[in-house]
């Protein structure tokens, strides 16, 4: 069953006042629970897709929707309350002098009640494992934990899409993993992902969806098995194909799997099925 | 992670962090109100003593941490009143003098009792705003100026920077070891054009960062009012009843 289709861009374009077109003729739609990996390479135009979907940047052609409905200049807080952004580094976005604080700017943007804030602060802090820093200035935090901060800054929004952009540039493989984890249980709870990566590993491991940019314009738009397997649209988009990918086609190569094995996502998938292969 | 030894990382540290801001500020400033109004000795005294004892004891900031903060100040006070304790005169005069060609450098009764009077005086105001400022994080102290209704342009700049100072410290300290990890400070020729270019790119990146930050605060709702969630700090009847006796104590001490 397909879901409801939640945001919607059609024909973006948007240039930043020097000539050029920064997004040209951008055509994206995201349906509810989608976890969609964008892919592209530095100044393609992930960054000013995001910024518009968001309502920060007005497109100067083209018009987005949200649930069905066109956003116009009086629904642009509609959709920056709906469409949250993780922006890629944290310590330009983190600008109260305490945690608490920080994760309340959002919230209180909104209006909420004082209590309502205070308890959707709380919440936003206990899923980012923040509960102890709380009280704590941004600056004597480390970079993974500012970057729990700025993801904590969103959640407590609670928007329904989330857009994270090149969440992993700035990580160690630990917080990664946490980031990971992190992501699964947003999914649990229903909320739609959009992730910019240069980590095709990681966007083959994570995401269902890719999408994929160049030169300001969308190139490629499916399944991510689909086009991360396609060499012709890996070297439009400056990719690389993913590491376990090559690993499948050299054993499919040296028959140690049969053709038509299904794709593997992880090192667990693999064993299962060279187990399946040799033992059953 | 790297820690910043300052004023405002001693705040955060502070035990007696919890107590509510405006408490700490009332009695801060009536003591220094108490100093300088009465300029009495005693006072002074009971002042920068008292002040200290709460920093160290109750607040927990170590003993020669405190010492080497009261240095900055010392340092001033000591070139400030040598100009009032040492008189210029054409005729020997006071209790000791240098000869100078031409005139006589002296040092007076009165000039140094008014010297040490004055330092005691400005070492207890100054030990009673470090009260202050080592026990309150700089966003409470902003978040009480705006409740004493300054003008929330200034409350909301005032937050503003002090954020921004530690975001472009951080920016400076990285270009400084960059630049000299490629010996752009090897002497003062180059130490002067790197610092210039440091300053100059700064500029260019905060201008930058401004543009960045104003985006990631429209993403987040922000419709031209900064708006945080401050946490309340109550007045405990046991903390306010100690800061009414401390007052009490002082006034005592100059009524007799």
Not at chain 1, 7 to 23: C, D, H, I, M, P
């Amino acid at each position: 069953m397909m879901e409801e289709i939640l945001l919607q861009a059609e024909n973006l374009s948007y240039s930043y006042g020097t000539g050029s077109k920064a997004l040209h003729d951008v055509s994206l739609s995201v349906r509810k629970g989608e976890k969609i990996a964008v892919l592209g390479s530095n100044g393609a135009g992930k960054s000013t897709c995001f910024l518009n979907l968001n309502g920060v940047l007005i497109p100067d052609t083209g018009t987005i929707r949200y649930k069905g409905k066109k956003i116009g200049k009086k629904d642009l807080n509609e959709l920056r309350r709906e469409v949250g952004i993780v922006f890629q580094d944290a310590d330009n976005q983190i600008i109260a002098s305490t945690v608490s604080a920080e994760v309340s700017f959002g919230p209180m943007n909104l209006r909420l009640s004082r209590e309502e804030v205070k308890q959707r602060v709380e919440m936003a802090l206990k899923s980012m494992n923040l509960m102890m820093l709380k009280d704590r200035p941004p600056h004597y935090l480390s970079g993974g934990e500012k970057k729990r901060v700025s993801i904590a800054d969103i959640i407590a929004m609670e928007p329904e899409v989330i857009i994270f952009d090149e969440p992993t540039a700035s990580l160690d493989p630990v917080n990664v993993e946490i980031l990971t984890q992190v992501l699964d249980e947003m999914t649990k709870m229903g909320k739609t992902l959009l992730i910019s990566t240069h980590d095709v590993d990681f966007a083959y491991k994570w995401a269902d969806r890719a999408v994929v940019f160049a030169g300001g314009t969308i190139i490629a738009d499916g399944p991510v098995t689909e086009i991360l397997t396609s060499d012709l649209i890996l070297a439009q988009g400056n990719l690389k194909k993913p590491v376990l990918m090559e690993v499948y086609d050299s054993l499919v190569k040296c028959r140690i799997l049969p053709e038509m094995s299904p794709y593997f996502r992880d090192t667990q998938e693999l064993n299962q099925l060279l187990n399946r292969q040799y033992e059953g | 992670m790297r820690t910043i030894n300052t004023i405002d990382s001693y705040a955060y540290e502070s035990r007696i962090k919890g107590i509510n801001p405006g408490l700490k500020a009332i009695v801060a400033m009536a003591a220094l109100l108490f100093c300088i109004g009465t300029g009495d000795v005693l006072v002074s005294v009971s002042v920068f003593l008292s002040m200290g004892i709460i920093t160290i004891f109750m607040g927990g900031l170590s003993v020669w941490k405190y010492l080497a903060l009261l240095k900055i100040p010392v340092t001033f006070l000591i070139l400030g009143t040598a100009a009032i304790v040492v008189g210029i005169s054409h005729v020997p005069a006071g209790r000791f003098y240098i000869t100078m060609p031409g005139f006589y450098l002296y040092l007076s009764d009165g000039g140094a009792a008014l010297a040490a009077r004055l330092i005691l005086k400005a070492m207890a105001a100054v030990s009673a705003m470090y009260m202050l400022v080592l026990s309150t994080p700089a966003s409470e102290i902003i978040n009480l100026l705006g409740k004493l209704h300054v003008p929330k342009l200034i409350s909301e700049l005032m937050n503003l920077i002090y954020r921004f100072i530690f975001v472009m410290m951080d920016v400076q300290i990285h270009m400084k070891q960059a630049a000299e990890s490629r010996l752009g400070y090897h002497n003062f020729l180059t130490s002067c054009r790197s610092f210039g270019g440091i300053g100059a790119n700064l500029f260019m990146v905060s201008l930058k960062k401004a543009g960045v930050y104003y985006d990631a605060m429209t993403a987040r709702c922000y419709e031209g009012e900064l708006l945080f969630l401050e946490e309340e700090r109550p007045v405990k009847t046991k903390e306010a009843a100690a800061a009414a006796g401390y007052l009490a104590f002082l006034l005592l001490l100059w009524l007799l």
